[in-house]
């Protein structure tokens, strides 16, 4: 703690602690040991001016002020590592972390890279700054094609709602073809919102635009209205995450599962499909999303071995204790910022993780993934033998479509 | 001080661009319309002032798809009036109608300051402030990237090509011709722009008896052909390298 022998604004400091306090189990904040858990366990903890444990002493002290005045939040990743190790289990990533960066935004202090997310999100309903009415391009030519129900209107068992990065992204789009394919092949009669689907929005309000996200989510509710569905399922662990957890508390409520767990449910149908061997060691990476904060581990794990061929591994972050691909609460917007912060990127340290289990492919579930992890292969030493696949991707090889 | 910030809207480039039918002009149909990048700036430096020095900031657009959130996300910044230009003009204003509208407008509520964007991606004729300042009897001074107030006068920086910076004075009332703002546009959060939009009122100013007269007329739109493609030299990074050193000595360059 540093010592500031007088207070810059005491008032600022008590009001918003104070509001933590209202939030979801907020109040433990209180309770709060000073241990340094959440900061030691914390990916960028480190790099931090003001990492969370301190940042509850500056709000003890009652000189919160030191820490909007400095722009160390800007590492946070969401990861909700702190949270996951908290001994006293305070919501660091959601009472707290979010809560400052929401603070930061009122105040104007938002890096240029986050802003142009913000704007792009606000104008085109998603952070890439792509055209709405191009959400869908990615399945032009799949054959049979792609139910998007504005123009079928037809009622289906499942409501696929894509997102950003699996719709728009060049490096994701094989993966969403990928997993398009699966779901023919399995028989599900399903359809997308393609142009009327808008970003989930809850790397947005990790990212401290709460603004944006209800935004984004309002939207996303009244297509969801619009059309017949009996579930929702997702391939993006972040849309996931809003669905399951954030959109029933603004009325949106659906079941909602990720692609791996509604494909784990199918295993004894998608088992004979998988006819062609991938003979590799096969490193999984738990995505924060899926695995920390919603407790999804088994069902990507359980798809990777019906693969024959391949022998999964862990690395020595794993499950709980995953690394964060350093893509989450806005980081996938920070890249510039956090790389001059801290020269070095998660993404590098996961892969020199991989890389220590001798995998050849390091598997993921979350559309963030593949373009940083194989970004860092390039970067990373002797690192471009190491394979990055999508789980869908590797269960359509292996099903030969 | 009274500041003035006209701004217009333009295409939208992220959606491809298509001529319409009639081979003159933009299809319209499937357009997304945007702020001017160059209005945005002029809305950034009029609020840098206002912080500074104080002053009324008012912003005027005329109305159209997406207007009320952009003029309250200016109100959000800082703006203080908000006024929108309404009237028939689904075929577009063009700079000599909008000059002439905006100066009447002027004329009335008498600013000792416009700032406007100093031209338009979309026409990039830049005549709308050299017009306006004309029918106004006032100052024009374009490409302006910097400006500071001082007893009824203005120092601005004007950019001129090859990196050289003029530092000028003139006499308010002027009308400034904005190029970039001292700090690139502010991000204000979505949630200010909802609490603002509760309170803050757009008021609506019809607009009549356009004066389209001076304007280019667009005789044909097209896109332009692709000259030439480039040629990928393919082998081994070794055969490439030869490759290339021979193009460069056929060609003169070594």
Known sequence: ?401 | MKIAVPIKFVPDLVEELTIDSNGAALDTSWLRFIINEFDDHAIEQAILLKERAGAEVTVICAEGDGVDDILFATAAKGADSLVKLTGDFGGGINSHAAARALADLFKESKPDLILTGVQGHNDLDGSVGALLAEYLGMPFVGYVAGVALSDGKAVIRKEYPGGIIAEMEIKLPAVLGIQAAEQPPRYVAYSKINQIMKTAKIEDRALANLDFNGGATVSRMFKPKAASQATMIQGSPDEVAERVFGLLKEHGVM
């Open chain 1, 1 to 401: 703690m540093e010592i500031t022998l007088s207070p810059l604004s005491p008032s600022i400091s008590k009001t918003f602690y104070s509001s933590l306090h209202e939030l979801k189990d907020g109040e433990r904040i209180r309770k709060c040991l000073q241990c340094g858990t959440c900061s030691g366990v914390c990916p960028f903890g480190y790099f931090m001016k003001y990492p969370p444990g301190k940042i509850i002493g500056t709000l003890r002290a009652g000189v919160f002020d030191l820490v909007t005045k400095t722009d160390s939040i800007w590492m946070c990743v969401s990861c909700s590592a702190c949270s996951a190790f908290c001994p006293t289990q305070i919501p660091i990533t959601a009472a707290l972390m979010t809560r400052v960066k929401e603070e930061m935004i009122l105040e104007g202090k938002v890096p240029a890279e986050l802003q142009t997310a913000f704007k792009n999100s606000q104008q085109y309903g998603n952070p890439l700054g792509e055209s709405p009415r191009k959400r869908a391009d990615w399945a032009a030519g799949l054959r049979p094609e792609v139910n998007i129900l504005g123009k079928t209107r037809q009622p289906v068992d499942v409501l696929w709602f894509v997102g950003d990065y699996a719709s728009y992204h060049p490096r994701m789009v094989a993966a969403t073809k990928a997993f398009a394919k699966i779901l023919n092949a399995l028989g599900i009669k399903f359809g997308i919102l393609g142009p009327e689907e808008n970003s989930d929005g809850d790397s947005q309000r990790l990212a401290g635009e709460r603004g944006i996200f209800e935004m984004l989510a309002r939207k996303n509710g009244l297509a969801f209205k619009k059309y017949q569905f009996k579930e929702i399922i997702t391939t993006d662990p972040h849309a996931y995450n809003a669905l399951k957890n954030e959109y029933p508390a603004l009325g949106i409520s659906y079941p909602v599962q990720h692609f791996t767990e509604f494909l784990c449910q199918r295993q004894e149908q998608i088992k004979p499909l998988l006819k062609k061997e991938i003979k590799a060691k096969v490193a999984y990476h738990d995505p924060c999303y899926l695995g920390r904060v919603n407790g999804v581990y088994d069902a990507p794990r359980e798809l990777l071995s019906a693969i024959p061929g391949v022998e999964l591994v862990e690395m020595a972050h794993t499950h709980s204790n995953s690394l964060c691909c350093g893509g989450g609460g806005g980081g996938m917007w920070l890249d510039g910022f956090q790389w001059e912060k801290a020269h070095v990127r998660l993404s590098e340290w996961r892969v020199k993780e991989a890389m220590a289990t001798n995998a050849e492919i390091l598997a993921v579930a979350c559309p963030y993934e593949p373009p940083r992890f194989e970004d860092a292969t390039k970067t990373v030493p002797n690192a471009g033998g190491l394979k990055v696949r999508e789980i869908a991707e590797l269960l359509a090889e292996s099903m030969g479509i």
